[in-house]
């Protein structure tokens, strides 16, 4: 297993880490929030790229029509 070129012991000590610091009643509200804020950023990176898709193609429908 390997997220962002971490490795399980690595993640483990994180999550240890993480455990001390934030204690185990704060961890749970701090994944739900950090999930929150990945899925918000994949659905923003879903429209700039459909955005991006639909622009392309009505600049390529342009260029059929000049030529």
């Known amino acids: 297993m ?3 070129g971490m490795g ?3 993640l483990g000590v994180i999550a ?3 455990l001390l610091i934030f204690g185990p009643r704060k961890l749970p509200e701090i994944g ?3 999930g929150k804020t990945v899925k918000s950023f994949q659905q923003a990176a879903r429209e700039f790229e459909e955005e991006f898709k639909r622009e392309a193609s009505a600049l390529e429908a ?3 029509k000049n030529s």
Request: aromatic share 6%.
């Open 32 to 34: 739900r929030s950090l």
């Open 62 to 64: 342009g260029e059929d």
């Open 16 to 18: 240890i880490v993480a």
């Open 8 to 10: 399980l012991p690595e």
């Open 2 to 4: 390997n997220i962002f």
